[in-house]
């Protein structure tokens, strides 16, 4: 099972950027799945996850309004719209899969690492002032 995370790279503040995550070796398609950032320093942060479904999503406070998860189970990948970059979002970006199909779960449980498997190697974000 491999997570694969790509279209990072350079943008100046105010810019915008397109991740996407694409699954292979299974599907996930009935699993929750989000993106987490680690910035230089610092330790791995949740920045959003969506439901299997799509129809739930949840944002940490600091990119909320400005980033946007979504989902193609068809093509069994994740994206991340990222608009109105700013430099404290320099960070490397990983998605990540639960390993539990079709499970609900409470609002809390989605920022924690513990909750997902599976993960990617990661993309490298930088945002200039």
């Known amino acids: 099972v491999q997570l694969q995370a790509c279209g990072g790279g350079v943008v100046q503040a105010g810019g915008s950027l397109r991740l996407s995550c694409a699954a292979s070796?299974?599907?996930?398609?009935?699993?929750?799945m989000g993106w987490f950032r680690r910035a230089p320093g610092k330790e791995r942060e949740f920045v959003a996850a969506?439901?299997?479904?799509?129809?739930?999503?949840y944002y940490a406070n600091s990119v909320k309004g400005r980033f946007t998860i979504s989902r193609d189970n068809a093509k069994n990948t994740l994206l991340l719209q990222m608009n109105s970059l700013k430099p404290e979002d320099t960070a490397v970006y990983y998605c990540?899969?639960?390993?539990?199909?079709?499970?609900?779960?409470?609002?809390?449980?989605?920022?924690?690492?513990?909750?997902?498997?599976?993960w990617g190697q990661g993309t490298q974000v930088t945002v200039s002032s």
């Open positions: 969506v439901s299997w479904s799509g129809s739930i999503t």
């Open positions: 070796g299974r599907t996930f398609n009935r699993n929750v």
């Open positions: 990540a899969a639960d390993s539990n199909s079709g499970r609900q779960y409470i609002e809390s449980q989605y920022s924690r690492l513990g909750l997902y498997e599976y």
